[in-house]
């Protein structure tokens, strides 16, 4: 990977809210490359959002500078960035204004003064990856937490952002409609978008992000693959995370391998399996 | 919004003006209210205004009332004093800085207008005394138990304006959420003319008032599941407010600067108008 392939770094990035005396974020140094799948984990109060609030301008940092898409957010407004980042709020509610699940879809596109053809192209593709086709003309407040979450996701992606930042994407989501919504990530994270989640699910991030940081007391803790980063169990534990139990009984029963791949419980089968036949022979 | 909050939040401190019962401030408030419609003797308002100024420092609310005073006294007065002498009577006999056909400005219209400028600036300083100083929650527990022991009303009224107050940090973070997820969405709330920006606000009045209806109905369900009757008249409190001679003595100060201001009146200098 090149230094072009940086789509968002950010240098020496320290933030202080206006009515608070300490920093919300201290000294955050980091490059986010293309196509990759990034997770920030940490315990509530710990800087994921206000960080990730940089990331399209809605927060400008106190000391140091955020660049996205090779643009400082210093100088440009939140709308702007909006080309480049898409940002999915935590809360689907928080966004759904429009009278049609269509009408929510083309709304930033609109904004972003985008021609009728690619806005009902966008729409047709977004609709079609969300899984919320034959459902344009529904009324938005109408439809299960589950299918708002993919319609705000949706009403983003129509804009067409290099990045995407999903916020708590699985807050107040059943297991089966969390797994299909990161899944749906997942995919968007395959056809080349950029994708930075936060979350507090640890089986989730295990399943799907590819890379984690781990934010602690304002400050980037640990930064690394997933299998890394939750392969240092103490270290994770003092961040006030528990890091998935697959990790724990791989570290305690194979302390000698090295992890090359975040691992589920059907890997960790495997990979026992693998040692008993080592040891028979 | 922060403002506001942050000015609620100085009710809360200690101070023998904090100590003392929310009732009798409120009482105190209303009779400082009324010495402004009574008086309009510029010396005389600024004498009161002198007074309250030196009790700020005893709530120990000194820096932070005085700076937003001298914040607001131009915002509120300023517009007052600058257009009232326009509007006022034109007679041969005042001294004129100039007169063109109906437009006028003299003497004596300055001096009326600086009067009525006086008049806000007391009620003003009052009203800041009076928010700086009182924990607004305890004034509608205090004033909620007054009303179901004494008036037979039900609490769900002055509990309407304690949760108002209460949530009205949730409602400002919803609201800088609501607009911060427009704002990623291209559309800026702040920019373009002023038609734009109103026409901007209707899509972020949806979600808020979404979000409004359903933190009431959470609220009002929590509230049932607390036992929490409307029409019960004999609930509990769970600070009781007692009026002890303290709180009769800082009423008796409202009411002496009412006595005061109809003394004025008997004098004949209560009104402006002996200096024009």
Known sequence: MSVDDIVLKTEELYYRYPTRSDYALINVNLDIRKGEFVAIIGQNGSGKTTLIKHFNGLLKPTRGRV??????????????????????????????????????????????????????????????????????????????????????????????????????????????????????????????????????????????????????????????????????????????????????????????????????????????????EKIHR | MAFVLQMLELGKLRSPIHSLDPRAKLLWWICLIIVPILVTNPFILLAFTIWIWIMAVLAKISYKMYRFLIITYPVMVGFIVLTWPFFYPATEDQFYFFRFGILHWSLEGTIYALAMGMRIVLALTACTFFVMTTDLMGLASAVGEFMQNKLRISYMYPLMVISSFKFLP??????????DSFRSRACD????????????????????????????????????????????????????YVFTWKDVLFVLTGVLAILFSILAIVLGIAKVEMYL
């Open chain 1, 67 to 276: 660049i996205v898409d090779g643009k400082d957010t210093r100088g440009l407004p939140t709308s702007e960035l909006a080309r480049s980042v898409g940002y999915v709020f935590q809360n689907p509610d928080h966004q759904i204004f429009a009278e049609t699940v269509k009408d929510e879809i083309d709304f930033g596109p609109k904004n972003l003064g985008f021609p009728p053809e690619r806005i009902e192209q966008a729409r047709q593709r977004v609709l079609a990856e969300m899984g919320l086709q034959g459902l344009e003309e529904e009324m938005p407040f109408q439809l299960s937490r589950g299918q708002r979450q993919r319609l705000a996701v949706a009403s983003v992606l129509a804009m067409e952002p290099v990045i995407l930042i999903v916020d708590e994407p699985t807050t107040g989501q059943d297991w089966r409609e969390s797994i299909s919504l990161m899944e749906l990530i997942y995919q968007l994270n395959k056809k080349g978008h950029t994708c930075v989640v936060t979350t507090h699910n640890m089986n989730l991030v295990s399943l799907f992000a590819r890379r984690v940081i781990v934010m602690w007391r304002s400050e980037v803790y640990l930064d690394g693959t997933t299998q890394e980063v939750f392969a240092q169990v103490d270290q994770i534990l003092r961040a006030g995370i528990k890091p998935p139990e697959v990790y724990e009984l791989a570290r305690r029963l194979l302390p000698d391998v090295r992890l090359d791949r975040p691992i589920i419980p059907e890997d960790l089968a495997e990979l026992l399996v693998k040692e008993r």
């Open chain 2, 170 to 179: 949730e409602l400002s973070g919803d609201y800088i959420t609501i607009t």
């Open chain 2, 189 to 240: 709330i702040d920019a373009g003319s002023i038609v734009q920006r109103f026409r901007k606000t209707i899509p972020v009045a949806i979600p808020l008032i979404d979000s409004m209806l359903r933190r009431a109905m959470r609220i009002s369900i929590a509230l049932e599941l607390k036992a929490f009757d409307v029409d019960i008249k004999d609930r509990t409190f769970y600070e009781k």
